[in-house]
């Protein structure tokens, strides 16, 4: 009865868990991520300047995250980094650098230690959520971050909906300055909208999750099994030699084009080809984004009912760079200032982001354990920073096919590193199978 009772328990903490990260995910990032969408458009030198600086932040501060996590807390660390979100979105009510760059660099160090805490807990819940349903680890873990990803994915819908519903009946002649902000009336609205909205993603983390390092589930759910314990014990040198590690220097393409393609969609989509398509229309970024964002939303949300294999997980992986290259090469290069090919190229980078961002995640859950779990989503988001980081710092200065270019170059280097790394975790599978015969037949 008790061992009934504490299954029950853990079931529904793994889903109020899951529950509480995805409500606070979509209202901080249907924040950010449409005050982001707009800085190329709104505040463009100073503000993409900044979201450049943010990545930066986030890179040089990522070998501190996993120190930082464990002196805080999992729950504070979500606490902290969300917060750092909403102080850059305020940032924007009067947008000069000398504002905008200080809270950039604080967002970069809440962002550094945000994303590796978010997916732990996702797959500390999942985990916990298997054990007591009896499920397979594997698959609980790719249903809990599809459900992740199909919120944080769904805000961005929002925030698109939002934006045009704000600025459709937005002028060019209606003026309206704000004396004390520098911003145009309907764009202080929205700000004030995305600033209420991740203010209660916060308070939501801080009143609803679960202190799981506090707690007796603070550890693990699988933390018996002999390969978590071990990776749960690396030293400084060992996490070296695992960052070092060709496994993990074989992800690094495609850590990098998981950041060129969001800021390409987020940056010179809607700026070099939505605007130059629609005669600088902005209202027209919030109804292309939100085809973006619907196929992103939909697709992470059914990439889970895929067989959650290695073979398939890896092959989802490479399809998605491979369609996302070649739909915005030709939308560009065949199709340049067409309205109809643009919401095809919204659909397949919508798609394509939410299959990397499930399927890596998915991907480092299954073939890295414990710390090294961390480590190596650290060294994900630091690196998917510096890939986003490139067109926001490139913004003005090159021009729209040399952009396309660098996305389908760098998608090309992606999938010929990761065909090497999907080699090397084949072979290294083929020998644990080879070495356990061995081992059986004797």
């Known amino acids: 009865m008790d061992k009934r009772r504490d299954d029950d328990s853990s079931m529904t903490k793994g889903v109020s868990g899951i529950a509480t990260i995805c409500v606070s995910s979509f209202l901080v990032f249907m924040a950010f991520n449409s005050m982001q969408n707009l800085e190329s458009t709104l505040n463009k030198g100073d503000g993409t300047t900044a979201v450049g600086v943010i990545y930066l932040a986030i890179i040089g501060s990522q070998p501190f995250a996993p120190s930082v996590i464990g002196w805080v807390g999992r729950k504070w660390a979500l606490v902290l980094g969300a917060s750092s979100y909403v102080l850059f979105i305020v940032t924007n009510l009067y947008p000069i650098?000398?504002?905008?760059?200080?809270?950039?660099?604080?967002?970069?160090?809440?962002?550094?230690?945000?994303?590796?805490?978010?997916?732990?807990?996702?797959?500390?819940?999942?985990?916990?959520?298997?054990?007591?349903?009896?499920?397979?680890?594997?698959?609980?873990?790719?249903?809990?971050?599809?459900?992740?990803?199909?919120?944080?994915?769904?805000?961005?819908?929002?925030?698109?909906?939002?934006?045009?519903?704000?600025?459709?009946?937005?002028?060019?002649?209606?003026?309206?300055?704000?004396?004390?902000?520098?911003?145009?009336?309907?764009?202080?609205?929205?700000?004030?909208?995305?600033?209420?909205?991740?203010?209660?993603?916060?308070?939501?983390?801080?009143?609803?999750?679960?202190?799981?390092?506090?707690?007796?589930?603070?550890?693990?759910?699988?933390?018996?099994?002999?390969?978590?314990?071990?990776?749960?014990?690396?030293?400084?040198?060992?996490?070296?030699?695992?960052?070092?590690?060709?496994?993990?220097?074989?992800?690094?393409?495609?850590?990098?084009?998981?950041?060129?393609?969001?800021?390409?969609?987020?940056?010179?989509?809607?700026?070099?080809?939505?605007?130059?398509?629609?005669?600088?229309?902005?209202a027209m970024i919030g109804i292309l984004m939100l085809c973006y964002a619907a196929s992103n939303s939909i697709v992470g949300s059914l990439a889970s009912q895929l067989p959650s294999t290695p073979k398939v997980t890896r092959s989802s992986i490479v399809f998605a760079i491979t369609t996302q290259s070649i739909c915005v090469s030709v939308a560009n290069f065949l199709f340049q200032r067409q309205k109809a090919p643009l919401y095809i190229t919204a659909i397949f980078l919508g798609a394509g982001d939410a299959l990397l961002n499930t399927k890596i995640g998915l991907l480092l859950g299954m073939d890295f354990k414990g710390k090294q779990h961390v480590i190596m989503v650290s060294m994900w988001r630091g690196l998917t920073a510096l890939g986003c980081a490139l067109p926001f710092f490139l913004s003005g200065h090159t021009g729209i096919n040399f952009n396309v270019t660098l996305l389908a170059g760098s998608g090309a280097v992606a999938i010929s590193l990761f065909l090497g790394y999907w080699g090397l975790r084949v072979r290294k599978s083929g020998d644990g199978m080879y070495s356990s015969l061995l081992q059986d037949s004797r």
């Open 97 to 282: 650098w000398q504002v905008m760059i200080p809270a950039a660099i604080v967002l970069g160090l809440g962002g550094a230690i945000l994303w590796p805490t978010t997916l732990s807990l996702i797959k500390h819940f999942s985990a916990q959520h298997a054990r007591a349903k009896g499920l397979d680890k594997e698959k609980c873990l790719d249903q809990f971050s599809s459900a992740f990803w199909g919120s944080f994915q769904f805000a961005q819908l929002t925030g698109s909906l939002i934006i045009y519903l704000i600025t459709r009946n937005k002028k060019p002649d209606q003026g309206g300055v704000d004396d004390d902000s520098h911003t145009p009336h309907s764009t202080t609205v929205l700000i004030f909208v995305f600033i209420a909205c991740s203010s209660i993603g916060v308070f939501v983390n801080f009143l609803t999750l679960e202190d799981v390092d506090s707690s007796e589930s603070g550890q693990d759910e699988d933390s018996s099994d002999e390969e978590e314990a071990t990776a749960n014990n690396l030293d400084t040198k060992s996490a070296m030699d695992l960052l070092l590690s060709p496994q993990s220097l074989l992800l690094i393409g495609v850590y990098f084009y998981n950041g060129i393609e969001q800021s390409f969609a987020w940056c010179d989509f809607t700026s070099e080809m939505v605007l130059a398509a629609y005669d600088n229309k902005e």
